[in-house]
T-cell receptor, first 114, second 119 residues
Framework: DVKVTQSSRYLVKRTGEKVFLECVQD?????MFWYRQDPGLGLRLIYF???????EKGDIPEGYSVSREKKERFSLILESASTNQTSMYLC?????????????FGPGTRLTVL | AQKITQTQPGMFVQEKEAVTLDCTYD???????LFWYKQPSSGEMIFLIY??????QNATEGRYSLNFQKARKSANLVISASQLGDSAMYFC????????????????FGQGTILTVHP
């Protein structure tokens, strides 16, 4: 079974803090993704990566950066957390990136910024 | 404009009955893929079923089937014989066929439908 893990289920941070969300997949997938989920808005793509050290912006990259130094690990960084970044963050991975490619998700991190 | 629309914020169904969750999409591509995911209260997104735009048959996976009407641009999920464990949020998503960088287009998700199964 594909396993995608995220470093924390719940996280509380203060405004202005630098926040790291870690994601690890164990299936040698090429592609990894970070989404945020907000009520009434569904999932929105923040960033994705199709190879080590490669990244592309999604729909809402502002205020976020990412790092992929190893194939299995994809980190989301909030350089200076703000209250409007309070959300559920979901990491996903997929093997090929072709049309039929299924994304497999981690359990999510619920981040609260005070 | 919304690319994926789920018009039902919440749905209720009696155990053992069938339920249809609506999804309409908007794309000018001829080649695209449609996905349904389930998100229980635990938070993890679980892949349920996939339908390709060129697939002639409606996709089925166990109790899940996809009612694909290409001309209407709809891809409704049908759950037969509902169970209490089906209570969850359900998301419809689409991948369009055009490239973005070195990989195919990203998944675009709808707003989700919360399904509650009553005993």
């Amino acid at each position: 079974d594909v396993k995608v893990t995220q470093s924390s289920r719940y996280l509380v941070k203060r405004t202005g803090e630098k926040v790291f969300l870690e994601c690890v997949q164990d299936m040698d997938h090429e592609n990894m993704f970070w989404y945020r989920q907000d009520p009434g808005l569904g999932l929105r793509l923040i960033y994705f990566s199709y190879d080590v050290k490669m990244k592309e912006k999604g729909d809402i990259p502002e205020g976020y950066s990412v790092s992929r130094e190893k194939k299995e690990r994809f980190s989301l960084i909030l350089e200076s957390a703000s209250t409007n970044q309070t959300s559920m963050y979901l990491c996903a991975s997929s093997l090929l990136g072709d049309l039929t490619d299924t994304q497999y998700f981690g359990p999510g991190t619920r981040l609260t910024v005070l | 404009a919304q690319k994926i629309t789920q018009t039902q914020p919440g749905m209720f169904v009696q155990e053992k009955e069938a339920v249809t969750l609506d999804c309409t999409y908007d794309t000018s591509d001829q080649s695209y893929g449609l996905f349904w995911y389930k998100q229980p209260s635990s938070g993890e997104m679980i892949f349920l079923i996939y339908q390709g735009s060129y697939d002639e048959q409606n996709a089925t996976e166990g109790r899940y089937s996809l009612n694909f009407q290409k001309a209407r641009k709809s891809a409704n999920l049908v759950i037969s014989a509902s169970q209490l464990g089906d209570s969850a949020m359900y998301f419809c998503a689409m991948r369009e066929g055009k490239y973005s960088g070195t990989s195919y287009g990203k998944l675009t998700f709808g707003q989700g439908t919360i399904l509650t199964v009553h005993p």
